[in-house]
């Protein structure tokens, strides 16, 4: 049985909502659609949330993987 | 049917409209003209936009990738 | 004998409760399910803890090592 | 019929007038004498412009491609 | 006789106490374990010391290299 | 006719007096002794100079490239 | 004659007594012991300096070579 390894977790949140914790604080939700390795991530419907309260609706991005701190599956 | 990829995006970008956030808060609106694989991009008629507000218009830059967080076709 | 080195802790941790102290200040709570070579880490259960008062559960979190600056089992 | 890609842009700077946006605020402007991978540009003639205004002449520099934000054609 | 290099002094530091100041002014104590090339290091029995007084008492830790300004044998 | 890169500068500066303007906004005049490829310089003489005002003289110094904003021969 | 690069400097201050400037604006000063590649140096008799004022003796430490702003013979 082989151990998952972290990216396995993005694999499988193709297509589902996840949030997103940037370095800056500001969270960003939507729909992974693509990632490389890297972590630069395509969302979908992203929208962009600071303290818990929505600031704006972003339809796709295309998001730097280096801005990330964690990925969250919702 | 082979999966893709976050550059595709900016790929089907060329020549549209996008929004770019940098990673310290300003916003740059454009036409893409190009990129690489360093995210660097060359995008024609930049405005900066800041709070909302246009701050200032750019005619073409050029934009070191690493100083972005995201980018979003509008 | 051969000498420990330090990925053998992290190795020792899957599935087990650690500690992660972010760069930020922030701790993250929870147990190991993976990890790479670049300590990217998978946290199952996962609880946000700032001045050591819980400030959010994150059920599973995919982490980018780069934020951390050290992890504790606990 | 080659895509342009960004260095094309710095290519075509060379002998022209640019601005040049640091990552510290302040817009570098004057003359592209030459270039390399890192974006490191000698600029001839070059001002230092703070919120506007001329805040010093520098003569010839070495400008260190990390620092830059954009750089715009004049 | 070969001249020493800095990797020698955290060689000869495996068993001993040292004092690592972090990049963000905290001071870690405790036990050196392991250490790779990046110097990412394990410290047995760590305490966490701020402007001279005892923070936290960690246990084991897995401290990233990239956090250290300077180690220090005690 | 072989086009000038931007460390060509830098070895017609040899000997010279330079300015270098660093991240933090200190300036530092002297005369270069040597270089790398990393633009860490050697330089002679080397004073010290915030706001216009000489802070400090500091006889030989090796700076270590990444700091540097850009150099300027004066 | 070949020409002396930079890390000539720091092969002729082995023994000897160096300044070397972090970038957070402390000073280290003490004899250096040895070197690497990456700029890690080990001091012996370091003292910390702030605002040259002597704020700690340190003994032996091995500096990190990323924090370093300049070294300096004295």
Redesign the interface.
């Known amino acids: 049985m082989p151990?998952?390894?972290?990216?396995?977790?993005?694999n499988k949140s193709?297509g589902q909502q996840v949030m997103i914790r940037?370095?800056?604080g500001t969270d960003?939700r939507g729909k992974v659609?693509?990632?490389?390795a890297h972590?630069?991530?395509?969302i979908e419907n992203?929208e962009e949330v600071e303290e818990g309260e929505l600031k704006a609706r972003?339809?796709?991005?295309?998001?730097?993987?280096?801005?990330?701190?964690?990925?969250?599956?919702?």
Chains 1, 2, 3, 4, 5, 6, 7 share one sequence.
């Not at 151990?3 to 993005?10: A, C, E, T, V, Y």
């Open positions: 151990q998952d390894r972290p990216f396995d977790l993005l193709i940037l370095k800056n960003i659609v693509s990632f490389d972590m630069n991530i395509v992203a972003l339809n796709t991005i295309l998001l730097r993987g280096g801005n990330i701190l964690f990925i969250s599956p919702v």
